[in-house]
């Protein structure tokens, strides 16, 4: 059982919801993430998606773009965000990690260098925003083979049998984006997310984390609701673009903000 | 080249070019780019549709353009014949409004009210806010900032249509930035937006159906060259910023094995410089934009910077169209440098009392080393892809003129 899978199940027993932070790995440096990681496990979140920066992050509102361009800045590259997972694993080896970005840096260091990659440095699952089902058929079976969950996006706008087709290729959970729309982008509407939890539900065997569009602890709630997993962004990402320039005061704002999140979530 | 594949049949139904094209984007967009691709394969052969089309080509756009010979500048040059295809006379004055048109007619069979588009010369800016004051639909367009600076007449030619240009202060402020807004621009309104790409890049089918709205360029001049000049060209030579005035001119001779034919990207400071704009000479295959093609890119997957005197020119992928193409050997991709397409810009502008674009320099910059190459019963053309008015104050700026 993929760690992933193990952690969804255990939140079911315990009747509880995941809690998924994202931030962008070396952002604004690269000393600060694997604290960070840490200090978001301790203040609640089950499972951690770490950005990987690109140079052209299409899907992204102003806020990650500029969590890109301070990762770029600092000198990241897809080889330093694995390490940061090495490391993490050192301490830590129940929380699951994610690895979310675009196909590039990918292709670029090649998909079967990548696939051995992230088993050696414990990465459980990738999720990459511009690779649709339709063009995976290379990745798929080399991340099946070595027990990585690949991860995909289902839309307001996906159809039922795209659905279908994205629950085929996909496992670990889906990803619903709560709103059409870039990362960071206005409030989503809960009623709506809902119905659509429920009509995924019916053609996807898989858990769901919904994000984009949650801010704050009452929207964290509200969507945990709804659906297995509550991803929240932008909202952490502003708490270390704010503290960029005091690096120790990342963690605990970071922190702070899901503590809050979780509290909600467990009420 | 092995075997002559049957080159219309491409892209295949998934928008591949062999290895390349495909559709690369995140999940929100994936129905709106079914729902366009259905459209138009549905429009594409009805009769009505192309016959509005050519209607307006013919009456608003002013088509056919001339295949003009350009005796004293071939004279001068000692070789080849080298006739313009005059895509600089076109209203709006480039090759680009040839697509908006046939865009702005989607947009109108798909109800859409609004539109958008991305702009680094301006030129397709101008040519989507052209179409969008004509057929009354609101248009927003992307620009980045340093494109803003260098095109600011364009900028204003786009205010006075009645579009809103938006500039983009991401990235490298240019081209590729703009399209990245573009592209989250479309995602958030997807519902009501049409989004006009003005070259042969992005997601599939917009490299299909760009290529397809350009191809009347290729078409004339095929039919203009066996009418002029008795028998096809023995060389085509095009400009390739994302490659569609290369590809609308190419396209149609493609299965003439005689015809040769040479894409000239930008090489700015030089090609072993690294500041230059010519994936398809330098780069690699990677994925940007929605689609898999020869990209700038450092060895981690980051796009990396481009550099070209013109803005058009300045972007770091290039139509899949063309990597297959060059891949497959059918058209040789070259490069031209800023100083040879500056020289090429003064050149045909004394000669022949005509000024190009910057962009188009670049394709006479190469047609100048070539022609002399060739005999004098031997015929080339160039694309003059749009005229140079936009860029006489970059010209001016360089030899330090100021207004
Ligand atoms: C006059 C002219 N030629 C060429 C280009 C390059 O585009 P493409 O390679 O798509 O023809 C541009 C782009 O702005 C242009 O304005």
């Known amino acids: ?267 | 080249m092995t075997e002559r594949p049957d080159y219309k049949a491409f892209p295949d139904q998934r928008g591949h070019f062999g290895q390349f094209g495909g559709r690369f984007v995140s999940e929100t967009l994936m129905a709106a780019l079914d729902e366009l691709e259905t459209m138009y394969r549905r429009l594409k052969d009805d009769p009505q549709f192309q016959a509005d089309f050519d209607y307006d080509l013919a009456h608003y756009v002013g088509r056919p353009s001339p295949l003009y010979l350009a005796e004293r500048w071939s004279e001068q040059l000692g070789g080849a014949r080298v006739w313009l295809k005059r895509e600089d006379l076109n209203h709006t004055g480039a090759h680009k409004v040839n697509n908006t048109i046939g865009q702005a007619l989607l947009a109108r069979h798909m109800g859409k009210k609004r539109v958008i588009a991305e702009t680094g010369a301006g030129q397709h800016g101008v040519a989507s806010a052209t179409v969008a004051a004509r057929l009354g639909l609101e248009c927003h367009v992307f620009m980045g900032e340093e494109d803003i600076r260098r095109q600011r007449l364009n900028v204003y030619r786009m205010k006075l249509l009645g579009a809103e240009v938006i500039p983009v202060t991401s990235g490298s402020r240019t081209l590729k930035d703009a399209m990245n807004e573009a592209m989250r621009d479309w995602v958030t309104n997807v519902d009501d937006t049409f989004y006009i790409i003005g070259t042969v890049a992005g997601p599939h089918p917009y490299p299909m159906l760009v290529r397809d709205f350009q191809s009347v360029i290729g078409r004339e001049a095929r039919e203009q060259s066996l009418k002029q000049a008795g028998k096809l060209p023995d060389a085509l030579v095009a400009c390739v910023g994302g490659g569609s005035n290369a590809i609308g001119l190419f396209h149609p001779f493609l299965e003439d094995e005689g015809v040769a034919m040479y894409g000239v990207e930008a090489a700015g400071d030089g090609v072993d410089t690294g500041r230059h704009a010519a994936p398809l000479n330098a780069g690699r295959p990677g994925v940007l934009h929605g689609n898999r093609t020869y990209l700038m890119e450092d060895e981690n997957g980051q796009i990396i910077e481009t550099h070209s005197v013109s803005a058009g020119l300045d972007y770091p992928g290039v139509g899949p169209e063309h990597s297959w193409l060059k891949d497959i050997g059918r058209v040789n991709y070259v490069a031209a440098d800023d100083q040879e397409a500056l020289a090429a810009f003064r050149e045909l502008t004394r000669v022949e009392g005509i000024m190009p674009a910057l962009e188009s320099a670049h394709a006479l910059a190469y047609a100048r080393k070539l022609a002399p190459t060739m005999g004098a019963d031997q015929n080339l053309i160039v694309n003059l892809s749009g005229r140079g008015d936009k860029d006489i104050l970059t010209v001016a700026d360089i030899d330090g003129i100021e207004f």
């Open chain 1, 1 to 267: 059982m993929s760690r992933i899978q193990a952690c969804f199940e255990q939140l079911n027993t315990d009747g509880r919801k995941a809690l998924i932070p994202f931030i962008t790995a070396g952002d604004p440096n690269r000393d600060v993430t694997v604290p960070v990681m840490h200090a978001m496990v301790a203040a609640g979140a089950d499972i951690i998606e770490l950005g990987v920066p690109f140079s052209d992050p299409m899907a992204d509102g102003p806020v990650i773009q500029k969590a890109c361009e301070r990762a770029l800045e600092a000198g990241t590259s897809l080889h330093d965000v694995l390490a940061m997972v090495t490391e993490f694993r050192r301490q830590n080896e129940d929380t699951p990690v994610v690895l979310m970005g675009y196909l590039n840096p990918v292709e670029a260091m090649g998909y079967e260098t990548f696939a051995d990659a992230c088993v050696s440095a414990g990465v459980d699952g990738v999720l990459l925003v511009d690779l649709p089902p339709e063009e995976c058929e290379q990745v798929v079976p080399r991340f099946r083979q070595r027990g990585v969950d690949l991860i995909f996006l289902v839309a307001p706008t996906t159809t039922d049998e795209r659905i279908r087709r994205i629950g085929e290729a996909a496992s670990g959970y889906l990803y619903y984006v709560s709103l059409k729309g870039v990362t960071g982008a206005a409030s989503l509407n809960v009623e709506e997310v809902a119905a659509r939890v429920e009509t995924i539900r019916n053609l996807a065997q898989l858990p769901i984390g919904v994000g984009f569009g949650i801010k704050d602890a009452a929207s964290a709630q509200a969507v945990s609701r709804v659906a297995d997993g509550v991803v929240v962004g932008s909202a952490l990402v502003n708490q270390i673009a704010a503290n960029a320039g005091q690096t120790d005061a990342i963690a605990p704002a970071v922190s702070a903000v899901l503590a809050e999140m979780r509290s909600a979530m467990d009420e």
